[in-house]
């Protein structure tokens, strides 16, 4: 393949920006909203079961689409169709979850929105193996990094400043927090739609698989011939539910332990995004140069440290000013994982299934947060009542996050780098 220019990179990573922008506007401000209306009593348990759900749902729903969408043989491509479909179901399951009435459409709109955006994700993902050399991706897998701390930072910030404004505006600030991810879903199709489109015939048929055949293998992954697929998936399982553990409750966290009010605590935790998007911003850049470089797994392996000790900031000093300081540290390491793990996945994954293998490398990040959420579930409510304190779930919870940051570095060290080089010289 050709070298790439900037602005085609920037294009074909232009959905990365949507989907993080989706994720950060619904947790924690809308989620978190509308969890504390509609269930108030045990709002961590309810928030981790149903994003637990929905995740379960992003395991088996992302490989399926993958695997359709390697086999689309279509005047528009093997991903665009998914695209569209997709993007206009997103912004269908956003009005359910922001009018949802009753706690019970609350979960159907999450679960749904799961579908809707996995649909897109799926197909997106493959388009950096599709369409960027291998000595580019870690430049490209650096943009979709920044791309993803942009939309953090600025998903964070409007949700929590908007949502903020509920005791002026009333549901309207609900609905302009929604407004803004469907907007940039659709400039994000539009991008995508006009200067990321395959050219016809680029891609060949695959062997004659049956469909129902290809959709009962979607899960399954060859080690044999992809051994450093294994590593990467557990590094990938472990530091990804750490960071959710810790961004999941974090909003509950700043009302029920530090006690704040929940509109202060909403522009806080806007505030924060702004402090771990500017380190996410000085680190992602850099470790994608030095990806290409020196490799991926010592950065893979220095930011599991950074993060775990970010982590322990947060564990013993429970104040505004030091979840701050841990924000930023915690921020550092993700801005160098983001960069380096996804380009060691996108080396790693056959290019004529690309679109299925990183629909089952998902199931590590969804695979992760759903762990995530599930011990915030099962942890943090039922511990601060069994000790009749506001903060021993989240101790415990937290504790367990800085143990997942630094067993992610522990496991990476097995990766066969040996494999990954012979490979990127074949």
Known sequence: MNKLSLPRLLAITTFGFALTMLSNTLEPSVLGFQVLHLAPDRPNTALGFTTFAGLIVAILVQPVVGVLSDRTRSRWGRRLPYFTVGTFMVIICLLLIALAPEFTFLVIGVLLIQVASNTVQGPWQALIPDHVPEAQRG??????????????????????????????????????????????????????SFTAREVPGTF????????????????????????????????????????????????????????????????????????????????????????????????????????????????????????????????????????????????????????RYLGVANIATAGGSAIARLLGGVIIDPLNAAFRSSSAGYVALYAIAAIMFITSTLVIIPLPVPWLAKKRNS
């Open 204 to 355: 060949n048929d695959q062997s004659p698989v049956s469909i129902q055949k290809a959709i009962a293998r979607a899960f399954t992954i060859d080690l044999r011939a992809h051994p450093a697929f294994s590593w990467w998936f557990a590094n990938r399982l472990l530091f990804w539910g750490a960071f959710i553990a810790l961004n999941t409750f974090l909003l509950f966290y700043v009302i029920k332990v530090i006690g704040l009010r929940q509109d202060d605590a909403q522009r806080f935790i806007g505030q924060l995004s702004t402090v771990l998007g500017a380190a996410l911003v000085v680190v992602s850049i850099p470790a994608g140069w030095l990806a290409d470089r020196i490799g991926r797994k010592p950065l893979v392996i220095i930011a599991g440290v950074i993060a775990s000790l970010g982590t322990l900031i947060i564990l013993f000093m429970q104040n505004l000013t030091y979840i701050t300081i841990a924000g930023m540290v915690i921020g550092m390491g993700i801005g160098m994982f983001l960069s380096a793990n996804w380009a060691l996945i996108t080396d790693i994954v056959p290019r004529d299934e690309a679109a």
């Open 139 to 192: 430049q490209a897998s650096s943009i979709k990094a920044t791309f993803d701390i942009l939309a953090l930072l600025v998903g964070r910030l409007i949700a929590g400043q908007l949502v903020g404004q509920y005791p002026q505006w009333g549901h309207t600030a609900i609905l302009a927090a929604i407004g803004v991810p469907a907007a940039v879903f659709i400039i994000a199709l539009i991008i995508t």
